[in-house]
């Protein structure tokens, strides 16, 4: 979803955290610092949120901004599609999560499905790298990378519950719950379910 002035807070926030951070003269470094205000004050206004809450976690970062990268896991059993209830909005999703410094995607794919939903699993391939502005996701302060790993299933049993999630299942293609759509769409998931099967199939781009 493109929302115009919070694309333009984005970018204004993007070129003011790099100023700070390369520039040397005092007035450019001055300038850059009412730019991240401007910024900031955009996105209280037009999102009705505190400009405190704002300024911590839209621009409260150091040194060059670069996309934040989410990582999600496909796991088919049967072919039916793990997913986890989200205790932040009741609503389903893939396993997974921001990734982990330290880790790689892999790793963190692994992670991610076994303290979210209980199961073993081991990276099989990549089959897309999204970026979450060109799907139809809610409008978001970050830019996001979605990457979605395929894994195969191979131990561990269904979790209860964890720190952020309430349960975990697998469904059918034709019998999909309620989708978190801010981690995960429809379409999205309906992608993975074909990419998934095809094993032919290219990883998906954008």
């Known amino acids: 979803m493109n929302i115009p002035w919070l694309e333009w807070a984005k970018e204004i926030q993007a070129i003011s955290q790099a100023g700070l951070t390369y520039g040397e003269n005092g007035y450019d470094l001055e300038r850059y610092e009412a730019l991240r205000k401007i910024s900031v004050e955009m996105m209280s206004y037009f999102s009705e949120t505190p400009i405190d809450k704002v300024t911590d976690l839209f621009a409260s970062d150091t040194g060059y901004q670069t996309p934040k990268v989410d990582i999600r896991a496909v796991v088919l059993r049967e072919n039916k599609l793990l997913l986890v209830k989200e205790r932040a909005d009741g609503a389903w999703a893939l396993p997974g999560g921001w990734a982990d410094i330290g880790l790689t995607p892999s790793e963190v794919a692994v992670k991610e499905t076994h303290e979210e939903a209980g199961y073993d699993v081991k990276p099989v391939r990549l ?51 309620p989708l978190s759509v801010e981690r995960n769409t429809a379409e999205q998931v309906q992608r993975m379910f074909e990419l998934a099967r095809d094993h032919t199939a290219q990883t998906l781009l954008d």
């Open 127 to 177: 089959l897309a790298v999204f970026d979450k502005k060109r799907h139809a996701h809610p409008p978001s302060a970050n830019h996001v990378y979605k990457m979605f790993i395929l894994c195969e299933l191979v131990g561990g049993e269904a979790l209860e519950a964890g720190l952020e999630t309430t349960g975990a299942q697998f469904f059918d293609e034709s019998e999909l719950p």
